[in-house]
């Protein structure tokens, strides 16, 4: 089977870190761009960060600049995102997608486009 898998999520209190894998099974991921969602309650999800085939290329939704960080390892067919400096604004379900169509990271992010395979999202809940 072709997916994507998300990890580590979890409860963590305001100013900690939490470091999310995104890892592929039964393809390549150095293939496609790799978006990170994120769905807070009640809100539309959002494209906060994507990063190109070869991880040369990065964007980051302004909310999340200087916190978080995108980085992948083709080897290891994962994508991660680390994030620090939590703040109750970043809980929600983080959801991890695959884009094989060829365009700007950027685009990605803020654009609708059919990706060609989404996670299952991982809880990020932030909270004293």
């Known amino acids: 089977q072709l997916h994507l898998v998300e990890s580590g999520g979890g409860l963590v209190q305001p100013g900690g870190s939490l470091r999310l894998s995104c890892a592929a099974s039964?393809?390549?991921?150095?293939?496609?761009?790799i978006a990170w969602f994120r769905q807070a309650p009640g809100k539309e999800r959002e494209g906060i960060s994507c990063i190109s085939r070869s991880g040369a290329s990065e964007y980051y939704v302004d909310s999340v600049k200087g916190r978080f960080t995108i980085s992948r390892d083709n080897e290891r067919n994962t994508v991660f995102l680390q994030m620090n400096n939590l703040q109750p604004e970043d809980a929600g379900v983080y959801y991890c997608?695959?884009?094989?169509?060829?365009?700007?990271?950027?685009?990605?992010?803020?654009?609708?486009?059919?990706?060609?395979?989404w996670g299952k999202g991982t809880l990020v809940t932030v909270s004293s």
């Open positions: 997608a695959a884009l094989g169509l060829i365009t700007t990271v950027q685009n990605m992010c803020t654009r609708s486009y059919a990706m060609d395979y």
């Open positions: 039964g393809f390549a991921l150095g293939y496609y761009s």
